[in-house]
Antibody, heavy 123, light 107 residues
């Protein structure tokens, strides 16, 4: 059974770069049929899509965050990563990694999620 | 961006009730609409994709309908484990956007 697990610092200073990794277990990240994504949720608020990446390296980012976001894949470690630069308090949130089936017919949805990791931005 | 709204923002219901949650998009998103359930401290869980397709393993009391700009999630016979917050999400246009959520609690 496929599982995703986020990891990374729980506290980041303002103006610095937030870096998170999502380990994929129980299956390979190197599959044509899926994308891998990040979604965040500020405390008490709704969800915000950050971006997706394919194991081949193709990416799609939320335009609101695009200038600060970099996603990458490490197939040798079966993991993918998120970097968000120049963070502010507004970036404080629970960050989830998730899998998206590659479906041109039915759209893009998140079918398997990691448990999430809380990241606070504070000096 | 495609704006998503949900109504009501919260509702109180009893076990066994039929519950209907509405999701509306600011433009036509065809059937690129998906529903999630989230419990406190947990990740969202996919319930319905492409407006009406039930995710594998999700109980059949959950159903979705709609197309264009108006969508509905129905829970037929609310169970104790269904008390949670429900979100809709569109994937018709980048950026993918989520609704603000509908919290279902116990009456």
């Amino acid at each position: 059974q496929l599982q995703l697990q986020e990891s990374g610092p729980g506290l980041v200073k303002p103006s610095e770069t937030l870096s998170l990794t999502c380990d994929v277990s129980g299956g390979s990240i190197s599959t044509t049929n899926f994308y891998w994504g990040w979604v965040r949720q500020p405390p008490g608020k709704s969800l915000e899509w950050i971006g997706n990446i394919h194991y081949s390296g193709g990416t799609s980012y939320n335009p609101a965050l695009k200038s600060r976001v970099t996603m990458s894949v490490d197939t040798s470690k079966n993991q993918f990563s998120l970097k968000l630069s120049s963070v502010t308090a507004a970036d404080t949130a629970i960050y989830f990694c998730a899998r998206l089936p590659d479906s041109t017919i039915f759209g893009d949805w998140f079918d398997i999620w990691g448990q999430g990791t809380m990241v606070s931005v504070s000096s | 961006d495609v704006q998503m709204t949900q109504s009501p923002s919260s509702l109180s219901a009893s076990v066994g009730d039929r519950v209907t949650i509405s999701c509306r998009s600011s433009q036509n998103i065809e059937k690129y609409l998906h529903w999630y359930q989230q419990k406190p401290g947990k990740a969202p869980k996919l319930l319905i994709y492409s407006a009406s397709r039930l995710e594998s393993g999700v109980p059949s009391r959950f159903s979705g309908s709609g197309s264009g700009t108006d969508f509905t999630l129905t829970i037929s016979g609310l169970q104790p484990e269904d008390f949670a917050t429900y979100y809709c999400q569109q994937s018709y246009k980048n950026p993918f956007t989520f609704g603000p959520g509908t919290k279902v609690d116990i009456k």
